[in-house]
């Protein structure tokens, strides 16, 4: 027996671990240096005894270390080597930051408070492999001097579209107090469920917490619950569960943010209780994206018993959660049922309120009162900025940054978390090969360039960025391994955004750490997306001659890419440098990692080559900034336009598109024409007539032809339409292309007599 024994804790003595040092996010001052430290069975963990709020994050790091190794740290010092926690004034580092110091002798972590030892300690454990090895365990000497960018690190879940047990939950918070966030944003309520018990109001989740089970639809096709139909999908978290929760979380540093969203996206509660909407209807829960006609989803504001309804909810909540914030929603409310309501106009007439806007706000700055009554303070989407902002709200800017720049200029702290690129619903590559997202492509890349800070604020008014956060919208994600899958790896590039001084971010080599955590990922069995192998298409122009960059954001990968419509491997041409577009053609192209092909599909685009390819286009009246496609040549960039918006489309609002070219030299032309789009659920519409005229010398031009619309404005499906002009061969220099723009909206349309769009991808001249 004995042999056996001194056998085995041989082996184990003979063996160590250590794996490559790749810290996310990256360290303010880091310092490799010779040599390592080895953790083994006589290593200590030792701290000042009077610290006892610091003996959680002992835990959690011996408890770590035994996962690893089954090497138990000892508390007080035996005859080995000393990890020692310190808490002293450290000026620079402030609360959450930490120094670590590495040497083959000690490990030493100092900080101000307990957070920042929390952080330092799991810092030492990115340097530690993520399954067992039943072997010492070794950390490279370095110093690192470590301290956060921004007070608010968040990630956001929604357990409403689909509930998440409190397992993957838990997970959720592990992923975020590794990757030091501080914020867990959880998202509790909206209208297909109301997920946490409330004991004054039950039906909150006998009712608003389970739905007809429509797994297998599509959300968008999902139809509401039928009368009598049972409710067997869903879900709530008890207050133990949630008090659970909220500890778990405290523990590893993460203070949760609830959110109740209202006065909209009540449909839940407003099924549980239909006294809390305007017509006091009953409903059935609805279980995804159909909304049937007079379906309530707003509250009505105007009733005192809905605001004794949300005072009596929020004292439960501020019970269960500690946070100094609560969200209260705000966003996204229809009004219209306020507008013909009795109470709604009879406070509209007492409060003096001229508005919806208004009446909204009136609701905001009351549950802002009682909040602040009881020592919280309120945050909600920027749409609490209609109508007034309450005097003390917080503002997570979501419809882009513009909510957050004008919050931060009237000086309310705001928490950015715009659509791209912050909510991890949508793509982050593909989407061929990619699990249904909700839409739109939030890459790698592109969480890790994104800046808080917009360069429109003033040092002063940027103070007011409290920080970044990534939602997670749960209308397509089921599972916990789905939700893994969209948070990772892009919330390891937040995690740099909200952490890392500017200067000290670099992608590439981001890039290579964030291959280190896949490795680690495999090990503790967390599903990932592998990154976007798209290829990325940048057309350009050189003396009047068409080209196009071709772009990975894969650092060290290669671009291989055909011109024939053949599919292309590692055995196409080789992309170096920019590609020559003489001719109209596709081009084809993968990328290729350590010589395997990576991309699932390849990336194509195609490019018309005519007679103008290449020029430059002088307007009139310039394209809408929000608008550009690809520059201000858009047009002559030989890339026609989608039915995507955003992209590849010259917009111009409620002005005429008059666009004029210059030839390189005289030519004969017969027939040009330009593509037009119409959408009329966002205000684009189909010009009402182009004409073309042309010129010598681009001062006195003569047309040469019109064409009529003959497509109506009502017309509501998405179309493009090319306008077309045949004429008799004509020479000129000049070309101008003019589209009458429709002016405004037609009668019926939601944005009737206000300007309508006008949206462009191209001119084609033969
Ligand atoms: C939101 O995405 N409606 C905040």
Sequence with gaps: MKKIFLILFLSF??????????????????????GS??????????????????????????????????????????????????????????????????????????????????????TLIQTLPKERTNAALQIPSMEITDYPRFQWRGMHLDVSRHFFTPNTIRMYIDLLSAYKFNTFHWHLSDDQGWRLEIKKYPKLTSVGAWRADRRGILWSQSQPTQPGEPTTYGGFYTQEQAREIVRYAAERNITIVPEFDVPGHSAAAITAYPFLSCSGKQQTM???????????????????????????????????????????????????PWAKDSACQRLMRKENLKDLDELQSYFIRRMEKFLNAHGKKLIGWDEILEGGVAPEATVMSWRGESGGIAAAKQHHYVVMTPGEPLYFDHYQAGPEGEPLAFGGMNTLKMVYDYNPVPKELSPDEAKYILGAQANLWAEMIQSETHVEYMILPRMLALAET???????????????????????????????????????????????????TLQSEIPGAQIYYTTDGSYPGAGSILYNGSVNIDSSMKIRA????????????????????????????????PPSTQYMANGINSLTDGIRGTLAVNKYWHGFAGNDMIATIELPETETIHEVSAGFLQRYSDWIFLPQWMKVEVSDDGQNFHEAGKVKNDISPEEMQLLIKDFKIDFSSVPCRYIRVTAKNLGVCPPGHPGEGKPAWLFADEIVVY
Aim: hydrophobic share 35%; aromatic share 12%.
């Design 13 to 34: 003595s003979l063996h160590s671990i250590a794996q490559p040092v790749a810290i996310i996010p990256k360290p303010v001052k880091m310092e490799l240096k010779e």
């Design 590 to 621: 993968v990328v290729v990692q350590n010589g395997i092909v990576k991309s699932k599909v390849p990336s194509q685009q195609s490019f018309v080559v005519d007679k103008v390819s290449g020029l430059n286009v002088n307007y009139q009246f």
């Design 286 to 336: 609805i279980t995804g994206g159909i909304y049937p006609k007079d379906y309530e989803s707003t509250l009505d504001v105007g009733k005192d018993s809905v605001y004794t309804f949300l005072e009596n909810v929020l004292t439960e909540v501020m019970k269960i959660f500690p946070s100094k914030y609560i969200h209260i929603g705000g966003d996204e409310v229809d009004k219209s």
């Design 37 to 122: 430290f080895t953790i083994d069975r006589n290593t200590s963990l030792e701290f000042d005894s009077k610290l006892s709020n610091l003996r959680n994050t002992v835990s959690f790091f011996s408890n770590f270390v035994n996962d690893v190794s089954g090497i138990r740290l000892h508390q007080h010092w035996k005859n080995g080597k000393k990890i020692y926690l310190k808490i002293r004034k450290e000026k620079v580092i402030g609360d959450e930051g930490y120094l670590l110091s590495v040497t083959p002798q000690s490990i030493v972590i100092t900080a101000n408070d307990p957070k920042g030892i929390f952080y330092g300690i799991q």
């Design 498 to 548: 909200d952490w890392t001084p500017l200067p000290e971010k670099n992608y590439d080599d981001f890039y290579n750490r964030v291959q280190q955590k896949f490795r680690e990922f495999d090990q503790e069995g967390l599903t990932y997306c592998e990154g976007n192998f798209n290829v990325t298409f940048v057309p350009g122009s050189r003396n009047g001659k068409l080209n196009v």
